[in-house]
DNA sequence: ATCGAAGCGTTATATTATATCAAGTCATCC
DNA sequence: GGATGACTTGATATAATATAACGCTTCGAT
């Protein structure tokens, strides 16, 4: 299991690595990564956890983006149709996508304490995509998010 | 897999068996299953589908219940605490439990044509567990809702 | 009967998200 | 190089979902 999210890492990579692979899809795809689109991605990218729609709708009118919130709403929806971010349906939150470029099925783990997020890899959708089909059920998209305390928050809460 | 959702079925049973679940769960726990819990769940079990909080307080309130959110997100709150309800998170929308007095971790199949929603069980939260286990994360519940088309509305778009 | 916890009524407000229409931008075709 | 059409953005308004807070009532235990 890749996993993302609890380990120290060198940040500035991240934010490069996913602006690059973000860039090249766009590229590749004929989409057009405008100023709004990209300054988003950044945003979400630097910040490294999941942010409410409003509280990236403060970044960019700070930064003299327009303030009403169908600005970062379309960002977004672009972000998430095109796989360089998902929305974390339990926090109505959004965060950049730890595997930019490839298809895949996240799973994300939520820290009920600390509300940090850790994007892996589902080992389980085939079985859940056959099991559906039995039923006559075409499965298209999958959400799994599994809430539960992370590595951090259980040594503190033992600790307490 | 046990599913419940896109079979036929008699409908009156559901809502018997739903309630006396409910009625049972709480005798053997302390509960109380109040008169705007009850109700709530009843509406929940007789339209077997996801509902929106406001849609069921609109049917609370011509009953001659207070017609304000608290209302229903009190008893909403209550029902899925307690399992006797289901939050569809894709939907904002809430689902009668099709398993009551089960524990289970179940796994919903949206249409996203329709919008029914139906209850099935995880064919593998156990390895999920493990993997996350193995990061130092400790999974207290998940979610699983997979959208896609329901067999009814399978045929339909085919037809057309 | 009284006491404390749980539940409810009510007002107000917070949070999240979308509809709509006009104006601007960009690539392409001729 | 101007017309065209698809896409994008600006801006106003509103919809949809959910919670905070406070006081009163009800219930069950002592």
Redesign the interface.
């Known amino acids: 299991?890749q996993?993302v999210g609890?380990e120290n890492h060198d940040h500035t990579v991240c934010v490069g690595v996913g602006m690059k692979a973000a860039e090249d899809v766009c590229a590749a795809q004929g989409l057009r990564l405008t100023k709004g689109r990209r300054r988003v991605l950044e945003i979400l990218l630097q910040e490294h956890r999941a942010m409410g729609a409003y509280d990236i709708l403060g970044m960019l009118s700070d930064e003299g983006f327009a303030s009403q919130p169908p600005v970062v709403y379309r960002a977004l929806d672009f972000l998430v149709a095109n796989g360089f971010a998902h929305k974390i349906?339990?926090l109505n939150a959004y965060i950049a996508c730890a595997h930019p470029g490839d298809s895949h099925t996240p799973?994300f783990?939520i820290?009920?304490a600390c509300e940090t997020v850790?994007e892996?890899a589902?080992?389980?959708q085939s079985?859940?995509g056959e099991?559906?089909e039995?039923?006559?059920?075409?499965?298209?998209?999958?959400?799994?998010?599994?809430?539960?305390?992370?590595?951090r928050c259980?040594e503190t809460e033992t600790a307490v």
Chains 1, 2 share one sequence.
């Not at 039995?134 to 590595?151: D, L």
């Open positions: 299991m996993t609890f349906q339990k799973v783990l820290c009920r850790a892996t589902a080992p389980l079985t859940l099991a559906a039995k039923i006559g059920f075409k499965i298209e998209t999958t959400i799994v998010e599994a809430e539960g305390m992370c590595p259980r």
